[in-house]
């Protein structure tokens, strides 16, 4: 990361342009999904409704999307399909949606999904 004031090397900015701008394109649907994860709490293990909302607009942009995934049955797993021992990165992403039980989403785990998805 580099230093405040410190110029990043054009490929570098050039990234960075792209990935705010990729960003303010999906604000609407980012912030939608905040919201609607925040307006319908449910606990741990029974995110089923937050779990769905965020494979179907994972699914939209082009993942390959796995509900449930593993053991569990509000994990998702979503794969970008890319090319086999292609130099592109391979990165994970872990986020939560559950809720507290009395409180709802005190924790902020709605803005975690929505930022992750």
Not at 51 to 73: D, K, M, T, Y
Not at 89 to 97: M, N, T
Request: charged content about 20%; glycine content about 10%.
């Amino acid at each position: 990361m580099s230093e405040p004031g410190e110029r990043m090397p054009e490929t570098g900015l050039a990234v960075h342009h792209r990935i705010a701008e990729s960003v303010e394109a999906a604000r609407a649907e980012i912030l939608d999904l905040s919201h609607r994860i925040h307006a319908n709490p449910e606990p741990a293990y029974e995110e089923h409704q937050a779990a769905a909302w965020c494979a179907e607009i994972l699914a939209r942009h082009g993942f390959r999307v796995e509900l449930p995934a593993g053991r569990l049955a509000t994990a998702i797993r979503a794969t970008l399909p890319g090319k086999r021992g292609g130099a592109s990165p391979r990165i994970g992403i872990l986020a939560e949606y559950d809720a507290l039980p009395g409180l709802g989403h005190g924790c902020g785990h709605n803005t975690m999904a929505a930022s992750a998805v």
